[in-house]
């Protein structure tokens, strides 16, 4: 933000919203830059409760009865509880809104400050805890319940999120008409299944897949396939995610993995199956067991 100052203020904004990249969530911003205004806040973050147990990620917010933000501690190993709440804490979403005056100024300030970070957790928000007015905004769900938020930032929250969206009921609906999810539509050919011979139909179960996708007599489980991906015949994939143009050979079998783009795996090869046999071929397999073929790799 600090290297592209020159074009925020070339608009002469009066609000600054910053959102973060790697989440995902549906939120009507109207709401949160409505409340901002309300306070006449210099900083308004959005805030929402999430796992104590998996909270030592986030920034966690204590917030004061009239929504003013009392405290922030940056990542703690113990995240502090929510009042009332022990199994609970309240975690900053990465959403904020800032008084375009008191962005700029902060901006500047902490781009002079020796041994500072320059990350809103860690040095801005922290420096500005006391000396600005500065609160928090509850993130409801549709009705008031409990909302959909992920920050996929790491390989095994990536995966979650994905497999998320199989659900038979996911929070995260991709058909939602009221929410449309806008993308990049490319001229692809429909998904289509395949028997190559008599007795060899696949099958393509609680899974999502994309233009161009071809299953020839191959088994796919709760799974989600880019598009033009191949699955050939006798191949097996379950709870996995395949990038573009990945191609699985017969008779192959890929189990809880991330196969990014432009990857072949070769005929009867097994992927996910063996820990130590995927690391042996350069891959990352997490402490979780989850498998990742990077962009491009070549089988030995």
């Known amino acids: 933000l600090f290297q592209n100052l020159i074009h925020l203020r070339a608009h002469n904004p009066k609000y600054v919203m910053v959102l973060s990249g790697d989440h995902v969530y549906k939120m009507d911003y109207s709401a949160v830059l409505a409340a901002h205004i309300k306070h006449e806040a210099d900083l308004t973050v959005s805030v ?19 929504g003013r933000i009392a405290g922030f501690i940056e990542k703690p190993k113990d995240p502090p509880p929510m009042p009332g709440r022990p199994d609970l804490s309240l975690v900053n979403m990465g959403v904020y809104v800032f008084r375009a005056s008191t962005l700029f100024s902060w901006l500047e300030a902490d781009a002079t400050k020796r041994g500072s970070s320059h990350d809103f957790g860690k040095d801005i928000i922290p420096a500005m805890l006391g000396r600005t007015e ?70 393509l179960v609680s899974s999502i897949a994309c233009g161009g996708v071809i299953v020839s007599g191959a088994h796919v489980h709760h799974s989600i396939l880019s598009p033009n991906t191949t699955i050939e015949r006798g191949a097996e994939v379950h709870d996995s995610l395949l990038f573009d143009h990945v191609k699985v050979g017969a008779g192959a079998v890929v189990r809880r993995a991330i196969v990014d783009k432009d990857v072949t795996i070769p005929p009867g090869a097994h992927v996910g199956v063996d820990a130590n046999l995927d690391r042996s071929r350069g891959f990352t397999v997490t402490s979780s067991g989850l498998t990742v073929i990077p962009k491009g790799a070549v089988f030995p």
Do not use: C
């Open 48 to 66: 929402m409760p999430f796992e104590r147990a998996a909270s030592s990620g986030f920034g966690i917010v204590d917030m004061a009865p009239d």
């Open 134 to 203: 500065m609160y928090a905004h509850p993130f409801h769900g549709p009705d008031g319940g409990t909302p959909y938020w992920r920050d996929i930032g790491t390989l095994e929250s990536y995966y979650d999120a994905n497999m998320d969206l199989l659900s038979v009921t996911p929070q995260f609906n991709l058909y939602d008409s009221e929410w449309p999810i806008r993308v990049r539509a490319l001229p692809l050919p429909p998904m289509k299944t395949v028997a190559p011979g008599p007795g060899e139909n696949g099958s």
